[in-house]
């Protein structure tokens, strides 16, 4: 069965940068169908969409992480990554790495395969 690991999640201050990674196990990153995104969730809240691309390495984001996160696959080492500079304290949450087969890829898109998570923490 498909398989997410997170990693890379701690704690930094406003303005720092963090890079998180999720290790992908029996998911096709290079299927054409292949679709994979970035979530979080803070305490209280709803879960929101990060990042996604699909298999043909088209991203997109959402609007508050437009410029300061950047989403990045690596189908030959089978990883996932999540580059976020300019840190907020807004930014705390769990970040979540999911999958799913599906042409339409979009950030916020329901997934099927969801990892349990790293946690981030920005201080001011």
């Known amino acids: 069965q498909v398989q997410l690991v997170e990693s890379g999640g701690g704690s930094v201050q406003a303005g720092g940068s963090l890079r998180l990674s999720c290790a992908v196990t029996?998911?096709?990153?290079?299927?054409?169908?292949?679709?994979m995104g970035w979530f979080r969730q803070a305490p209280g809240k709803e879960r929101e969409g990060v990042a996604a691309i699909n298999w043909d390495g088209l991203v997109t984001y959402a609007d508050s992480m437009k410029g300061r996160f950047t989403i990045s696959k690596d189908n030959t080492k089978h990883t996932l990554d999540l580059q976020m500079n300019s840190l907020k304290p807004e930014d705390s949450a769990t970040y979540y790495c999911?999958?799913?087969?599906?042409?339409?890829?979009?950030?916020?898109?329901?997934?099927?395969?969801w990892g349990k998570g790293t946690l981030v923490t920005i201080s001011s």
């Open positions: 029996r998911f096709a990153l290079d299927s054409n169908r292949a679709c």
């Open positions: 999911a999958a799913r087969y599906s042409f339409r890829c979009h950030v916020g898109d329901g997934m099927d395969y």
